[in-house]
């Protein structure tokens, strides 16, 4: 198992990687966003581990390059900042996790652990689904030739469902993954968000891609058109 650890505080980055190293793992140090970019893709981790605030490029400049590469590498991201919306931020470019400073050691193992479990599948460049297509690196949506503009987080549940096709996908799971693992806000939001992403890819195209699943939640399925 091993991890990158992205940090400028030398003193608490060798302190993570003793800790570390004591529970079996492989750890290399990266004091700049810069060298932590180019570790991250040069080598092969299983896990990084990434703080926000870095010199030469910040963490959420380094996250933003490796998901535009297509390095699917689980990223925990790790900061003194707190607050929903560097969360928001931070997922809403790719992130897995999120941990803010000060931290429990024994939380830290855990989240890694759970992030190992899941592992990086393999994500296709570009997800369709009749004429719709989603390109996840450009981040660009399109229905046919017409570019649709849609917010981080709209981008970020509509992938998700491009990614799960025919699958019908609760609330809870959707929170899960497209706002936030510890998410313990009113589930009702993603209906809200639900009705946002139909107005823009379904309503103005005469299309039903999202299907509701009464009782269950929502699915993307084969386009019709009305």
């Known amino acids: 198992m091993r991890l990158l650890i992205v940090e400028d505080e030398r003193e608490f980055a060798e302190t993570l990687r003793r800790g570390l190293v004591a529970e079996g793992f492989t750890v290399d140090v990266a004091?700049?966003?810069r060298e932590g970019l180019w570790r991250a893709t040069e080598q092969e981790y299983d896990v990084v581990v990434l703080d926000i605030m870095l010199p030469e490029l910040s963490g959420y400049e380094v996250l933003k390059r490796l998901r535009a590469a297509e390095n699917?590498?689980?990223v925990l991201m790790l900061t003194a900042k707190d607050g929903e919306y560097d969360e928001a931020d931070a997922f809403d470019l790719?992130?897995?996790d999120y941990l803010s400073k000060p931290f429990s050691f024994v939380v830290l193992i855990a989240r890694l652990r759970a992030l190992l479990r899941r592992g990086a599948p393999a994500r296709p460049a570009v997800l369709?689904?009749?004429d719709l297509r989603l390109d996840p690196s450009a981040r660009t949506v399109h229905r046919g030739q017409q570019r649709i503009e849609l917010t981080a987080r709209e981008f970020g549940l509509l992938e998700f469902l491009l990614r799960r096709p025919g699958t019908a996908l609760t609330?809870?799971?959707?929170l899960g993954h497209v706002w936030d693992a510890h998410y313990d806000g009113d589930?009702?939001?993603v209906e809200v968000y639900i009705g946002y992403l139909r107005r823009k890819i379904d309503v103005p195209f005469g299309t039903r891609t999202i299907e509701t699943v009464r009782g269950v939640g929502y699915r993307l399925v084969d386009v019709t058109r009305s």
């Open 31 to 33: 004091h700049t966003g």
């Open 72 to 74: 699917w590498t689980p």
């Open 94 to 96: 790719g992130a897995d």
């Open 128 to 130: 369709e689904a009749g």
């Open 171 to 174: 609330k809870n799971e959707i």
């Open 187 to 189: 589930e009702n939001v």
